[in-house]
């Protein structure tokens, strides 16, 4: 038997595989990285197909309000088709940051003045400027009809007036006719901090102040709200506190988190949520940075500088800012979706179920179907705050969607305040009202000065006779009966609830009393019939 091995045997096995590659065309290889980018590039971005999917509302279907909504507003009942070449949910949010186009106009500013020494700057367009085309920024007071509907926009995180999104709301709605004011967040806009005070996603004050300062500038215009992202849960956190008790007619949150703590987890939970996560950080140590002078003195400043996350910022910045004990504290208390089910006016919530920051997950869809104030309008695709739509992605739905649902409130009966047709919500008996957490005194932040009216400088005491009218509409103290009506409406209500209950509690009782005792009155009737019929024959 011959055993001698040969030279060619020697050759390795892997030589003669790469022998064999180089016999491949260098064309197949190129084809096949470029399918492989494809292939990665489809599941990391969440690429789907484009396509025109309906609008999904969640709304209490007993809700007079909500029924004539949705069916008033075409929009919201139509289908939402985004632009097909931003048909991922991370392109939209994306393109909205690095490249979206705004209207080109200018703003009118006015600086108004908090009693703790902080500055907001209130940027205002008016519908005449849009009209006539000479809008320029300016430091005074505003002027316009007093009856004009105006909107407050509320801006996003580390957003301000100039955001392309904010843009886009505030130029459609005074096409329309609306004058806008957008809110910027202190230390935004331009502006340097000025006290203590720095805004958190819980801190509802400002707006308040805000709101109760435009009503008292302009108390015959019909004011709306809209909140974005973080404006949106400090929005929605407003409405639930003081129910009733706000000026405002209607309000719309767009893309709200709803709850921090599960977008907090959400975010950190996958690569590309990890790199939205990073560039917020970046966000807000820019933000420190702009007011390194009074954030270093109130907050740790070393971890401040190697935060690689929003909740390592927000634990070495927010929470000593706001002085809650934990990251999480602060997190469950500044969260909105404690307080849907106490909002008290209309309200339009718009999110996107691939909304790539504010998961999906958040949402309160039981409380928004429970309280009869609230549609709840998702939609599959959209991203953060985007929603293009047409071929150049010029167009955003949700502002649209926006400026229908206003007209159509304002034009409704609803919007009537005189005639008092707010719905009042029904108390939810949900685990998340009686949580540990829900204290609504903790607003997320402590003011520097004591609680008085925040008033501007600049602004002149009103007289009497708008005084007068304007604290009309609310109860006195020394109104007794009332102060016995406002106290014995829920004693009574609580009273017809128990009574119900227990009737329902009466009949179970009764129907298992006889089920459960039927065994023995059988007999006992029985022998009683046998009884009855020995006696008769007797006789």
């Not at 002149?460 to 009218?469: A, C, F, L, T, V």
Request: proline share 5%; aromatic share 12%.
């Amino acid at each position: 038997m011959n055993c001698a091995i040969t030279e060619d045997d020697l050759i390795s096995p892997y030589l003669i595989i790469f022998k064999s590659l180089l016999l491949i065309p260098i064309s197949h290889y190129l084809t096949f990285f470029f399918l492989t980018i494809l292939v990665f590039l489809y599941f990391f971005l969440e690429i789907h197909f484009p396509k025109a999917d309906p609008i999904s509302l969640t709304f209490n279907p007993n809700s007079e309000f909500c029924q004539f909504i949705v069916s008033k507003c075409r929009l919201l009942h139509g289908r939402y088709f985004p632009t097909f070449w931003l048909s991922s949910p991370h392109l939209q949010t994306a393109f909205l940051s690095l490249f979206g186009k705004s209207p080109p106009f200018s703003y009118k500013r006015i600086l108004y003045q908090a009693t703790d020494g902080g500055t907001i700057a209130l940027d205002w367009l008016m519908h005449s400027d849009v009209v006539e085309g000479i809008s320029q920024v300016v430091n005074g007071s505003t002027s316009g009809t007093d009856r004009t509907p105006i909107a407050i926009v509320v801006p996003g995180l580390t957003s301000d007036s100039s955001a392309a999104y904010i843009k886009h709301i505030a130029f459609r709605l005074a096409k329309e006719g609306w004058n806008v004011v957008v809110q910027n967040h202190r230390g935004l806009g331009g502006i340097s901090l000025t006290s203590d005070c720095v805004y958190t996603a819980g801190w509802t004050e400002d707006l308040r102040k805000v709101i109760d300062h435009i009503h008292s500038q302009f108390p015959e215009a019909p004011l709306f709200a809209v909140g974005t992202s973080i404006g949106a849960n400090v929005l929605v956190k407003y409405l639930g506190e003081d129910g009733p008790n706000t000026p405002l007619i209607g309000a719309t949150a767009v893309c709200s988190p709803w709850d921090l703590l599960i977008c907090d987890r959400f975010i950190n939970r996958k690569l590309v949520q990890k790199l939205y996560d990073r560039m917020l950080t970046i966000g807000l140590q820019g933000y420190a940075q702009l007011h390194h002078s009074i954030i270093s003195r109130i907050a740790d400043w070393e971890g401040i500088k190697k935060s690689r996350s929003v909740r390592e910022f927000d634990n070495y910045a927010t929470r000593l800012v706001a002085k809650f004990e934990t990251t999480d504290t602060y997190y469950r208390r500044s969260s909105s979706s404690q307080y849907v089910g106490n909002v008290a006016v209309p309200l339009l919530c718009i999110s996107a179920l691939d909304d790539p920051v504010c998961t999906r997950e958040a949402i309160p869809w039981d409380e928004c179907r429970a309280n009869k104030n609230i549609v709840l309008a998702t939609t599959t695709h959209g991203g953060h705050l985007a929603y293009y739509e047409g071929l150049t992605a010029t167009s955003m739905w949700w502002a649209r969607a926006v400026q229908e649902y206003f007209e159509v409130l304002l034009s409704s009966s609803f919007a009537d305040r005189r005639q008092k047709m707010q719905i009042i919500p029904e108390p939810l008996g949900s685990s998340i009202d009686q949580g540990p957490f829900a204290d609504a005194g903790e607003d997320g932040m402590v003011a520097a000065a004591s609680e008085v009216d925040t008033t501007r400088a600049d602004v002149e005491p009103e007289d009497s006779d708008q005084i007068d009218e304007k604290t009309s509409n609310y109860p006195h103290k020394d109104n007794t009966p009332q102060v016995y009506n406002s106290l014995l409406g829920p004693l009574k209500k609580r009273v017809d609830q128990l009574s119900r209950y227990s009737r329902k509690s009466i009949w179970l009782l009764a129907y298992i009393a006889i089920v459960t005792t039927w065994p023995l009155v059988g007999p006992a009737l029985l022998f009683s019939i046998k009884r009855r019929f020995r006696k008769l024959v007797e006789k």
